[in-house]
């Protein structure tokens, strides 16, 4: 599977005019075979194989490196005795 986008030389956010227009523009250029030119359009104009186009060849890799995250907390120390008479408490 060939880079549509890269065929037509169009964005991702390319409409359907726009995808039109640049079909002529590369049947012109003779770069790519016909056949080629008709698969990238039918890719682009099919919303189900358009999705898998846009997973296949991303316009921007959005992988950002992992940032360290540092958690900082206090634990006081508990007492037992304390937790239980508080239950006891609530209970009345």
Do not use: G, W
Request: charged share 25%; net charge positive; hydrophobic share 45%.
């Amino acid at each position: 599977m060939k880079n549509p986008y890269r065929i037509l030389n169009v964005s991702q956010d390319a409409d359907k005019k726009t995808i039109m227009v640049a079909q002529m523009l590369a049947m012109r250029e003779n770069k790519y075979s016909l056949q080629e030119i008709h698969i990238a359009v039918n890719q682009l104009l099919i919303p189900a194989k358009r999705l898998a186009a846009n997973f296949m060849f991303p316009a921007k890799i959005k992988a950002k490196r992992p940032q360290k995250i540092s958690i900082d907390f206090q634990i006081e120390k508990l007492d037992i005795n304390d937790i239980n008479e508080n239950a006891f408490n609530s209970l009345k």
